[in-house]
């Protein structure tokens, strides 16, 4: 018999289930490329389970360990429900007319109109890709160097033990040096309905506090139903008792000291590329500063923003800073060799300037006017217009 093509491999999967029972099994690159294209085209979906993480190694005392449960649920293009049960987590619900997005540890939701989900898509702001959680399965397929058939094995759902094939898939190194060195990933693929029953991965990283770690990810699905979205509950959210409504989901108020419209903190700090920076000496600028660490993943994804903005705002009066908590200059200048454009760089040493300023959490992004008074302060990572929103409450020409 003749291998199949992938082209065939893609055709077969986009037959419906029954049919493909009594075809014979795809070789393993095909089976995934036709698992990738099962979940590009998904409309309705009922997926939920429980994701056990462990992380071990560097300082830590011993293994820590959690266990977070998930439901993911889709009726395109107008419904949807991401909710996570985990620190840190969103439960976010699209219902057609508005968008929820409620944060169990501040207590806090917002509401949004909701958004036109397409299917293989995601849809437009920054809770995109949570509506679209699955996507991420059509992936798969992509950036790996190599798949390998695992053999039979077995997934224990909700409904009973399912057979499965598994399919074991190898990733090249990134050299880069904060990259993530990742381990050979395992999939439990129900192979008549190409669904991803299990996925474990595991890989090892450098973390600043703590050293060289461990993590492994071992994702469960106990429902997998790619045709049906599932109760009509699913699609309904009531804020808790106690929830407060917010524009922006962010830090509970205690958490977070309040310091807009009081006197900026001054601070000296050394620059990467310059002189010594001392705030009072700006008085009568505008003044950005950036808080963050190259070990946050959302402070790389802020820090472009800032420089954009920092860019068009050249010759106003706006001075910007990439104010690095705790680092040194050695991990800064690896960083900044493929960062791209970044504002210029001061160096907050022990982390007191950070610490006086809130910056708990990073990315922490305070807007000093020429007055030298807090004008805004934004915490974590934003949409630019919130930025270009601060700038413009301490009186800067926005256009």
């Not at 419904?79 to 007319?97: C, F, K, Q, W, Y």
């Not at 979205?229 to 008792?241: E, R």
């Not at 310091?259 to 003044?287: C, H, N, Q, W, Y």
């Not at 907050?348 to 305070?366: E, H, M």
Request: glycine share 10%; charged share 20%.
């Amino acid at each position: 018999m003749t291998r199949p093509t992938r082209a065939l491999a893609l055709a077969l999967a986009l037959l419906p289930g029954p049919a493909l029972a009594g075809t014979a099994p795809l070789p393993a690159r095909a089976l995934l490329d036709s698992v990738a294209v099962r979940y590009a085209g998904m409309t309705h979906y009922h997926f939920a389970g429980v994701t056990h993480a462990v992380t071990t190694g560097g300082s830590l005392p011993g293994p820590i360990a959690f266990d977070l449960s998930f439901t993911y649920a889709a009726r395109l293009p107008s419904h949807a429900r991401n909710s996570m049960n985990g620190p840190g987590m969103l439960t976010i619900v699209a219902d057609g007319e508005s968008l929820r997005v409620w944060s169990r540890d501040a207590n806090q939701y917002l509401v949004q109109p909701a958004p036109r989900i397409e299917p293989g898509k995601v849809p437009p702001g920054e809770y995109g890709t949570a509506l679209q959680p699955m996507l991420g399965m059509a992936t798969f397929a992509q950036g790996n160097s190599g798949v390998e058939d695992g053999g039979p094995d077995t997934v224990r759902t909700a409904t009973g033990v399912a057979a499965c094939r598994r399919l074991v898939l190898a990733y090249p190194r990134d050299t880069s040096a904060s990259a993530p060195l990742l381990m050979p990933r395992v999939l439990w693929i129900d192979e008549p309905r190409r669904l991803v029953l299990r996925d474990s991965l595991t890989f090892e990283m450098n973390v600043p506090q703590v050293g060289h770690v461990r993590r492994t990810q071992d994702m469960r699905f106990l429902t997998a139903e790619p045709d049906d979205g599932g109760p009509d509950s699913l699609y309904a959210f009531t804020p808790p008792a106690g929830a407060q409504r917010v524009t922006r989901i962010g830090r509970a108020a205690p958490e977070q000291p309040d310091l807009v419209g009081k006197p900026a903190i001054d601070f000296t700090l050394a620059s990467l590329a310059g002189p010594s920076v001392t705030l009072r000496r700006l008085r009568g600028k505008v003044v950005v500063l950036d808080f963050w660490a190259t070990w946050c993943g959302p402070c790389r994804r802020w820090m472009p923003i800032v420089a954009k903005v920092e860019k068009q705002l050249a010759g106003r009066g706006v001075s910007f800073y990439a104010v690095n908590v705790a680092e040194t200059t050695e991990q800064v200048r690896a960083f900044l060799r493929t960062a791209g454009a970044t504002p210029p760089v001061l160096l907050d040493r022990d982390g007191k300037v950070a610490t006086a300023y809130g910056a708990s959490a990073i990315p922490l992004t305070a807007v000093i006017g020429r007055d030298g008074r807090v004008a805004q302060v934004l915490v974590g990572l934003h949409p630019e217009e919130d930025l270009r929103a601060a700038l413009r409450a301490a009186g800067v020409d926005v256009r």
